[in-house]
């Protein structure tokens, strides 16, 4: 499996940026797909989950009410639409899959937990200046 990233970019607060997720694989409609951030001498952190079936999502306190993830799975693509970006939204942001459920027939990872997600995207820099 492979994930490409884009979308990220320079942008002053306040405004909006939206990222998307390229994967390869034939059962990208069964993985668990995340976003993660990292930020200079930080951890990586939770942003924002989404189920296989797009019907359940999941948000750290941060970015909910900004921040939309979505997929859409014909065209093996998954997105988070960030509105109202703050300067402490500046980050590399990387995309993850969880390929589990496609293997096992069912989920028993966890959604923020980055340890979870077996594959990697490269990472898009977002930067939010004030």
């Known amino acids: 499996v492979q994930l490409q990233a884009s979308g990220g970019g320079l942008v002053q607060a306040g405004g909006s940026l939206r990222l998307s997720c390229a994967a390869s694989g034939r059962t990208f409609r069964r993985y668990v797909m995340g976003w993660f951030r990292q930020a200079p001498g930080k951890e990586r952190e939770f942003v924002a989950a989404?189920?296989?079936?797009?019907?359940?999502?999941y948000y750290e306190d941060s970015v909910k009410g900004r921040f939309t993830i979505s997929r859409d799975n014909a065209k093996n693509t998954m997105y988070l639409q960030m509105n109202s970006l703050k300067p402490e939204d500046t980050a590399v942001y990387y995309c993850?899959?969880?390929?589990?459920?496609?293997?096992?027939?069912?989920?028993?990872?966890?959604?923020?937990?980055?340890?979870?997600?077996?594959?990697w995207g490269q990472g898009t820099q977002v930067t939010v200046s004030s």
């Open positions: 993850a899959a969880d390929t589990t459920p496609a293997t096992l027939g069912y989920y028993s990872g966890s959604y923020y937990y980055h340890g979870s997600y077996d594959y």
């Open positions: 989404i189920n296989w079936s797009a019907g359940t999502t």
